[in-house]
């Protein structure tokens, strides 16, 4: 079956820890996306990519990094210069450019949960 | 800044009855939307999508109405049934390379 993968599904963090979240797809998806979701919160944009070796700073960039060196994949790394890391992480893949990237539906990973430990 | 609200944060319904979860919108721009469901502890769903030269689509048991003139978008579910308890997202897209996500509505089907 098509679709995203995410793993691992549950992750720590110790103090001063960079961690990296994996997604892959194999939808042959040019673009992908990391959200954050915190609880009762809808979901924020941290980094998207439109292409392979091109990505984009979202709304909540600072203290994560991504790469994309591979169309199917686009891990984040969570920093230490991130404060706040306890959140849902969502990964999410669309077509492509084409027609622009708000203008289809984004399909999404099951997600990463990161804690503090 | 621009944003996608929800009137209401939870809305509990009988099952059979049918459902409407509403969503605001403020950016004038936008000509897409979207609505997904997300269950506990999973990734969001896509279940309908709508473009501003439309007022009505309907899918299986759902439909989205999209209003322009007041920015607002809603959901409809017929028949609600126990599998549709999710929290419930709009989204809104079009000029930017980007969708921007409302904050959810939590369905609960009663017995």
């Known amino acids: 079956d098509g679709g995203i993968t995410q793993s691992p599904k549950y992750l720590f963090r110790k103090e001063g820890q960079n961690v990296t979240l994996s997604c892959e797809q194999n939808?042959?998806?040019?673009?992908m996306y990391w959200y954050r979701q915190d609880p009762g919160q809808g979901l924020r944009l941290i980094y998207y990519?439109?292409?392979?070796?091109?990505?984009q700073k979202g709304d909540i960039a600072e203290g994560y990094s991504v790469s994309r060196e591979k169309k199917e994949s686009f891990p984040l790394t969570v920093t230490s210069a991130q404060k706040n890391p306890t959140a849902f992480y969502l990964c999410?893949?669309?077509?492509?450019?084409?027609?622009?990237?708000?203008?289809?539906?984004?399909?999404f990973g099951d997600g990463t949960r990161l804690s503090i430990l | 800044g621009e944003s996608v609200g929800l009137h209401l944060p939870t809305l509990s319904v009988q099952e059979g009855d049918n459902s409407i979860i509403n969503c605001a919108y403020s950016?004038?721009?936008?000509?897409?939307f979207i609505w997904y469901k997300q269950e506990s502890g999973k990734g969001p769903q896509f279940i309908i999508d709508?473009?501003?030269?439309?007022d009505k689509r309907q899918g299986q048991r759902v439909t989205v109405l999209l209003n322009k003139t007041v920015k607002h978008l809603s959901l409809q579910i017929a028949a609600t049934q126990p599998g549709d308890s999710a929290v419930y997202f709009c989204?809104?897209?079009?000029?930017?390379?980007?969708?921007?996500f409302g904050q959810g509505t939590r369905l609960t089907i009663n017995p």
């Open positions: 989204a809104e897209g079009g000029g930017a390379q980007k969708l921007v």
């Open positions: 990519s439109q292409i392979v070796n091109d990505f």
């Open positions: 709508i473009r501003s030269n439309m």
């Open positions: 999410a893949s669309c077509p492509g450019p084409a027609g622009g990237l708000g203008n289809q539906p984004q399909h």
């Open positions: 939808l042959n998806h040019d673009a």
């Open positions: 950016n004038s721009a936008s000509d897409y």
